[in-house]
């Protein structure tokens, strides 16, 4: 499902037009992001929880040539599943 199609389902289950339930949905996604730049953890109650993890730099390797190059420390969201979710799904 892409974003597009979870905002048409959204507005075909609902009385508000699609514009309402887009920004609704662009607004939920952006803070979503804006917590976790800050690091904050997002916890959605029967769904799950939104987090930053942090990956210390490294060494690695190049698969094309095989030479060794220092991978940068980043930081990547990380989700894990609710309860009802997990139960959902099995």
Do not use: C
Not at 28 to 34: G, K, P, V
Not at 35 to 52: E, P, R, W, Y
Not at 61 to 76: C, D, F, H, L, V
């Amino acid at each position: 499902m892409t974003k597009a199609d979870l905002i048409e389902s959204s507005a075909n289950k609902g009385e508000l037009p699609r514009q309402s339930i887009e920004e609704i949905i662009n607004g939920l996604f952006d803070d979503i992001t804006a917590a976790l730049k800050n690091g904050d953890k997002i916890n959605i109650s029967g769904f799950g929880t939104f987090s930053v993890s942090h990956r210390n730099a490294r060494a690695g390797r190049n698969p094309k040539t095989g030479e060794t190059i220092q991978i940068a420390s980043s930081r990547a969201a990380k989700f894990k599943a609710g309860k009802a979710l997990k139960e959902a799904l099995s």
